[in-house]
Structures are given as C-alpha cells and as structure tokens.
C-alpha cells in the first residue's frame, strides 16, 4: 500500500481483526458481503494504473463496519463513520459514508431509509457535499452494489434485492442510473466488461 494512504487506513491483516471483531458483536450476511465487496474491489483495481488494490480491499471490507453496533438501518453508517474516526481511520470513515449517497440535482441523497438523528443525518449530507467523490469512492460504491452475501452477482439483480428489502421512491431511477454510470465508467478505465474479472457472477445470479 502506499505511503500516502497508510496513515488513514488500518492494514489488511488489522482489517480483517477488525471485521471478525465485528462478526462476533453482529453475526450476519452483512460480513460475507463485505468480504465479496473488499474482493471487488481489489480485482478492479488490480486492473487501473492509479488504485491500489490494497487500499480498495480494505476500504471494501469496512465499509459497513458500523454494523457491529447492531441490526439497524442507514445509520450503521454514522456509526461505521464514528468508529472509524475514533481510531484514527478516516479513509474508511470517509467510505463507510460515501458508499450511501449520492447526489442528484445538486442534492445529496442518502440510500435507504435514514433511522439515525437529524443532526447526523445533516452531517452526512454536509460532509459528503463538501467533497469532490474520488474513485475509491465510486468503486466501493460500485462493488456494493455488485455483492450479496452468497457472491458476485448481476448489478440488477443486486438492486432488485435492495428495492425489494427498501421500498422505492422517487430517487430509485436516478440511483440505479448513476450506478450504471459508474459501471461504465470503471470499464472504460479497464477497458473490458468488469464482469469479466469477477468470478461466479453467472451461478450466483441465476441459481434458484
């Protein structure tokens, strides 16, 4: 990993302790995913010339880290963000929020059904339109929306599944294209489909 990123991020092996911890407090799918997104990650950015695919394996694998408080809704990620800042991480700080929003005609707009307190909730919305989104960010983003617990699937099938958990509303459409923009955007930077590089995408999303 570079030397410019080591002081924001925990390393790999201190991740990875940090996210069994975690299991252990919240058992759940939420950790398989998270593996499956930090492995997303890593094979794309395996694939650029300016990521480091050590940094976007851990970033992956902790961006839900705040679910180790608890079954709870879009504030595991304040939560994630909290814990994060408290031991010096802020890399990860700053996913466990950029991987929730998005914005859409000037607004950024959280994904999910918010259950923290309004002032977080204006918090995450100050931060995240006080920063330009970097490729870290668009990747986890990207990866999250490409893992379920069970492995690599099909972006829409992936989507499907949050709408169905969800509900939609009226930022549904505007999310599912800018997810499909990053989609393309990661694969003209490749310059191949990115399903080419992640295994199992075809069983994962056509088995029953």
């Known amino acids: 990993m570079k030397d410019c990123y080591k002081n924001g991020v925990p390393t790999m092996e201190e991740a990875m302790i940090i996210l069994k911890e975690a299991e252990k407090l919240n058992p759940g799918g939420w950790v398989n995913h998270s593996m499956f997104v930090a492995e997303g990650a890593k094979l794309i950015a395996d694939q650029t010339d300016d990521l480091d695919s050590e940094l976007a394996y851990i970033l992956g694998l902790l961006h839900d880290i705040g679910r180790r408080y608890g079954i709870h809704g879009m504030r595991h990620d304040i939560d994630g963000y909290n814990y994060a ?35 977080e909730l204006h918090f995450v919305k100050e931060y995240l339109s006080s920063r330009q989104e970097t490729d870290y960010d668009k990747l986890i983003k990207l990866c999250d929306y490409l893992s379920l617990p069970s492995g690599f699937v099909l972006i829409e099938k992936r989507l499907v599944d949050i709408a169905l958990r ?32 992640l295994p199992g995408v075809i069983e994962n999303t056509f088995k029953s």
């Open 85 to 119: 800042i408290s031991k010096g991480y802020d890399l990860v700080a700053r996913t466990c929020l950029s991987h929730i929003g998005f914005k859409c005609n000037n607004e950024v707009v959280i994904v999910g059904k918010w259950d923290g307190t309004d002032e």
């Open 166 to 197: 969800g509900g939609i509303n009226e930022y549904t459409i505007p999310r599912w294209k800018l997810t499909f923009e990053i989609k393309q955007y990661f694969e003209n930077k490749i310059g191949k489909s990115i399903y080419e590089i």
